[in-house]
């Protein structure tokens, strides 16, 4: 559930985010307005209440749910665009905010419940809009409170100006009245606690994509050069433990300036796609990797690898390769590359580097398209 949330969250449109809040705030101001009439038309509990003040308070709800809808109207056709709407979502903030605060301050905003939920109200912003909405929202509000507060101070109004001094006089009256403020407090709890698990899967899946992406060639999909560095001393502490060999090839693109020169830049980034699709498709997943150095070169990290199993592997990546075809389709054109591999006991990941390059060069020294490997022991210090 967290996880399918913060999926929402992270991919809908601005205006899916607009109509998300107006969802939640709409039947909230509604139950409000419903619940204030109830109360009012309560012959046991309307003399506790300020009736004007309280009567008063339901045309801002009313009104910022008029606001809400029409916002919500004007925004349907929309939902789909990913094109910013700052205007409609600071309108929606600010009525959701001012009039929550409102309605926070009606019954004293320090020690009513409902300031509890006033906080997950801006913590919701902050999980549907940029901070710059909620930083506006959340001066509005803050000014009301102080707004409020200093008028208290003054003797203008009462601390909690819809309700009278009878109802904390009475005590059947004050019973019920905390009742009613364990319950909202409760509730209150359950929203923030529930918005907290949101935004932490939110975290979890920022951290994820960021991990990702620092270990992602961003062209080809592949593994980057330091996620093959990773796993290449991952693969020589495994060495050591179990004594199975593992290799280390070398893959450069021959003659890939001429592909760039030839057929430009974006022909260029489309050959090495395909020849990354075609490495990742030759290997076994997950046990092996493919890897992006730079530019036209790659790597495969083949673990638990003999010399004639990787012999096989490079083979059949040169012959698919073959195969493929670049380009216009009436024009086509096929690269070819060279690999240079080290099948590796008992080195350092330096050691494996070293070699694989060397064999690499020696691949490309004599003629270029084909494959050198060698056996390689090396003394690990």
Not at 100 to 126: A, F, H, K, Q, R
Not at 186 to 214: E, I, P, Y
Not at 259 to 268: E, F, I, M, P
Not at 324 to 332: K, M, V, Y
Request: charged share 15%.
């Amino acid at each position: 559930m967290r996880a399918r949330m913060a999926h929402l969250l992270s991919s809908a449109t601005p205006a899916r985010r607009i109509l998300l809040a107006v969802a939640v705030s709409l039947p909230f101001f509604l139950l409000v307005l419903f619940i204030h009439e109830q109360a009012l038309s309560h012959p046991a509990v309307s003399p506790y209440l300020d009736t004007a003040l309280v009567r008063a308070m339901q045309w801002p709800m009313l009104g910022a749910s008029l606001i809400n809808l029409g916002v919500a109207a004007w925004v349907w056709p929309r939902r789909d665009d990913a094109a910013p709407l700052a205007c409609a979502t600071l309108l929606v903030c600010l009525t959701i905010g001012g009039t929550y605060t409102l309605i926070t301050i009606l019954s004293g905003p320090y020690t009513s419940p409902p300031s509890l939920v006033l906080g997950g109200v801006l913590l919701v912003g902050l999980l549907l809009f940029d901070r710059r909405p909620v930083a506006i929202t959340f001066a509005v509000c803050m000014a009301m409170l102080l707004a409020h507060d200093a008028g208290v101070l003054a003797g203008w109004w009462a601390y909690a100006p819809g309700l009278r001094p009878a109802l904390f006089q009475d005590p059947a009256a004050s019973e019920a009245w905390r009742g009613w403020r364990t319950f909202v407090f409760v509730s209150g709890f359950a929203v923030l606690l529930g918005l907290a698990m949101v935004l932490f899967a939110r975290l979890d899946a920022l951290h994820g994509q960021l991990d990702t992406l620092s270990h992602t060639d961003a062209l080809t999909g592949l593994a980057n050069r330091r996620r093959l560095m990773e796993a290449l001393e991952a693969e020589v502490a495994r060495q050591r433990r179990t004594g199975r060999p593992f290799c280390l090839v070398m893959i450069d693109a021959d003659h890939f300036k001429r592909v760039n020169d030839t057929w430009g830049h974006l022909q260029g980034d489309m050959v090495l796609r395909g020849l990354g699709r075609l490495l990742l498709a030759g290997v076994r997943s997950p046990t092996d990797l493919a890897a992006r150095l730079g530019g036209e070169e790659f790597a495969l990290l083949l673990p638990d690898t003999r010399l004639d199993e990787a012999e096989v592997v490079c083979q059949r990546m040169r012959e698919a390769l073959a195969r493929e075809r670049f380009g216009d389709p009436l024009a086509p054109f096929t690269i070819t590359v060279s690999m240079g591999g080290a099948v590796c006991s008992s080195t350092t990941s330096h050691q494996a580097l070293r070699e694989a390059d060397q064999q690499l060069y020696l691949a490309k020294a004599t003629g270029r398209n084909r494959i050198c490997l060698r056996t390689i022991l090396g003394a690990v210090a």
